[in-house]
Nanobody, 123 residues
């Protein structure tokens, strides 16, 4: 059974930074492409960033490109999302996703999901 647990969310003022973490149980973490998605109130869940199993490839949504960095530590079974210069429109529940089985940028492209961590950015 693979479980994903996100942490690091919170309430911050615009312009601040946050680092989200996602710890994955299971022995095959190092083989997974990992992703971050987010869902704002009343909106569909959307892609934020993804990283290949070796960290050799990273992918970002245009809305966060240049402000965010996805990284991973396979020894710790953890993937991170560093978000800088946060904006009120970044407010959402952020979800970690594991094991890409399809489109990198699509919800349907991942097999496992965490429960999410709330990020709220005040103006």
């Amino acid at each position: 059974q693979v479980q994903l647990v996100e942490s690091g969310g919170g309430l911050v003022p615009a312009g601040d930074s946050l680092r989200l973490s996602c710890v994955v149980s299971g022995r095959t973490f190092s083989t997974y492409t990992m992703g971050w998605f987010r869902q704002a109130p009343g909106k569909e869940r959307e892609f934020v960033a993804a990283i290949s199993w070796s960290a050799g490839s990273t992918y970002y949504a245009d809305s966060v490109k240049g402000r965010s960095t996805i990284s991973r530590d396979n020894a710790k079974n953890t993937v991170y999302l560093q978000m800088n210069r946060l904006k009120p429109e970044d407010t959402a529940v952020y979800y970690c996703a594991a094991e890409r089985i399809g489109d990198t940028y699509s919800i349907s492209g991942y097999r496992y999901w965490g429960q999410g961590t709330q990020v709220t950015v005040s103006s």
